[in-house]
């Protein structure tokens, strides 16, 4: 009897054991499907990412100074019919570029063409021709012997860089003035120009970006907007001088042309019937500075990061803010106009551009360009 108790009291001990046993397990089984439930549910509920653009970062620590967090750039619809309207008329009365200005921002010619179509482009225009052999003549490039054909300025130069002086020539042929205030105005945002290309041209090929061609168009065609605001603002109100920056540029053209210098391109390149999507790249280069990194697709950032630093040191060194490129130090750099910068040129793509600002080539090369500009003031 006392035998037949123990064996009772044992088989319930153990049974009781591996109840609990598998309760555990079925409740802990029950924990982790509804945590893997509720995550599959999250997921199901997220909203989905455009293409090209990744989900929104953290809030990054450090807020934007007050002015450039209470900026944005103004497009075309928020003025009224009227106004648009006066705006591009006023935009109609601007000459248009040459043919080959067409040919060269083509889709087909802006990535893959060759030398001898780049040549045979240019030479085409007469006039073009002989003011793009002017400009490699002179002191801008400090060639050490003549150059007599468009084919030896390719060749001595590179393709994107004459690419560039024709760009620079085909769009300074629409803005001439009399005004000796306008025309000195006009002069720096050319000098800027060629200055931001040069740069953007040299630094993409040492940071091996693809489409070289293009992101030299993106630079050089980012001043269109700057050059038709010269032209259309009382001289009084442009603030092309190195105490003003894009931002402050852009402030007070909203304020008085109701759009700045950015949309106005973006305006006057589609009464010229430039490519859509040349028109959309273009006109993202200046907005990169309200643009955060995490805003962006990596690679299309990194190339626009590019092009907006490229022609916001054009700048710098066109007005003399920035008196030599070797003394620019991008790591002590607090601008506001480069807050937002800071953030892409992170990218594992842009990792070297502070070594190769400072490759004695470049700093020569920029050093004898901006001189040259600086003394024909």
């Known amino acids: 009897m006392v035998v037949l108790i123990v064996i009772v009291v044992v088989a319930t001990i153990v049974t009781i054991y591996f109840l609990k046993k598998a309760g555990v397990k079925s409740v802990s089984s029950r924990s982790i499907g509804s945590t893997s439930s509720g995550v599959d549910e999250a997921q199901r509920t997220q909203p989905p990412t455009a293409p090209g653009i990744r989900p929104l970062a953290p809030t990054p620590s450090q807020a934007p100074p007050n002015e450039l967090a209470a900026f944005s750039f103004f497009d075309s619809d928020s003025l009224s019919t009227e106004r648009l309207e006066a705006l591009r008329e006023d935009l109609r009365r601007l000459p248009r570029p040459p043919l080959s200005l067409y040919k060269m921002v083509s889709p087909e010619l802006l990535d893959s063409a060759t030398s001898s179509q780049i040549s045979e482009l240019i030479t085409s225009e007469a006039l073009i021709a002989a003011q793009v052999l002017a400009r490699v003549n002179s002191p801008f490039y400090g060639l050490r012997r003549p150059v007599v054909s468009i084919g030896q300025a390719i060749t001595f130069l590179g393709l994107n860089s004459v690419r560039g002086i024709c760009l620079q020539y085909m769009l300074e042929a629409s803005f001439r003035s009399n005004s000796p205030e306008r025309k000195k105005v006009l002069d720096m945002v050319s000098s800027a120009s060629a200055l931001g290309g040069e740069l953007c041209f040299k630094l993409a090929q040492r940071l091996e970006l693809p489409a070289q061609g293009s992101l030299v168009t993106q630079v050089v065609l ?155 003031d």
């Open 222 to 376: 980012s001043f269109l907007g700057h050059l038709a605001t010269a032209s259309l603002l009382p001289p009084d109100n442009i603030l092309w001088d190195p105490g003003n920056g894009l931002l402050e540029r852009a402030s007070a053209e909203q304020r008085c042309l109701g759009l700045s210098a950015t949309e106005i391109g973006s305006l006057l390149m589609q009464e010229w019937g430039l490519p859509t999507s040349l028109i959309a790249e273009v006109g993202s280069v200046d907005r990169m500075l309200v643009t955060p990194f995490d805003q962006i697709e990596p690679g299309r950032g990194a190339r626009l990061a590019l092009c907006f630093f490229s022609a916001r040191l054009g700048e710098r060194l066109a007005l003399g803010s920035l008196s030599d490129l070797a003394v620019f130090d991008l790591s002590t750099d607090s601008s506001m106009e480069f807050f937002y910068l800071r953030g892409h040129l992170d990218s594992p793509r842009l990792a070297r551009l502070a070594n190769f600002l400072q490759a004695t080539e470049l700093v020569k090369s920029i050093r004898h360009m901006q001189g040259a500009f600086l003394a024909r």
